[in-house]
């Protein structure tokens, strides 16, 4: 007795899916997270809060802490890239003076605004979520082979 499937397309297009599940993912993830670290570093401005939670320090002169104009805040350019099999992380700021503010000077006491080499475990709640919401739509769409 032979068994015999008829072909019907199906493992074809299950194959291609499978092909492309990796880049799929990773471009839905990367936008994800993109979105995910804007909206964490506006949040910190907002709070007045770095990424480990500790209030930053008030200025001297009684200013809004970390705005006088906004361009600090709005000076982030956050990069998600692929490295190796996964995605990486750049953040930037165009303000020159952020570096100053990010690790503190002599006379300036630093107000991280981004995570250094510890990363929170919000921060990386987003990586985790981002991805797992990829996944679920990858497989979502599967299913509608």
């Known amino acids: 007795m032979a068994l015999s499937i008829k072909n019907?397309?199906?493992?074809?297009?299950?194959?291609?899916?499978?092909?492309?599940?990796p880049r799929r993912i990773q471009a839905q993830a990367a936008a994800d997270i993109q979105r995910g670290i804007d909206a964490m570093i506006a949040e910190e401005f907002s709070t007045k809060r770095g990424p480990d939670g500790v209030a930053w320090?008030?200025?001297?002169?009684?200013?809004?802490?970390?705005?006088?104009?906004?361009?600090?805040?709005?000076?982030?350019?956050?990069e998600v890239v692929k490295s190796g099999t996964g995605l990486s992380l750049r953040i930037s700021n165009s303000?020159?003076?952020?570096?100053?503010?990010?690790?503190?000077t002599?006379?300036?006491?630093?107000?991280?605004?981004?995570?250094?080499?510890?990363?929170?475990?919000?921060?990386?709640k987003i990586f985790y979520d981002s991805y797992d919401r990829a996944i679920s739509s990858w497989w979502r769409s599967t299913k509608q082979l």
């Not at 320090?57 to 956050?78: A, H, Q």
């Not at 303000?95 to 503190?104: D, E, I, P, T």
Request: charged share 25%; aromatic share 8%; glycine share 10%.
């Open 8 to 21: 019907s397309g199906f493992l074809r297009q299950l194959a291609v899916q499978l092909k492309e599940a």
């Open 57 to 78: 320090k008030p200025p001297r002169d009684g200013g809004e802490t970390m705005v006088r104009t906004g361009r600090l805040r709005d000076g982030f350019r956050v």
């Open 95 to 104: 303000q020159a003076y952020a570096k100053w503010l990010q690790s503190g």
């Open 106 to 124: 002599a006379s300036v006491m630093a107000r991280p605004m981004v995570p250094g080499s510890t990363i929170p475990e919000r921060w990386k």
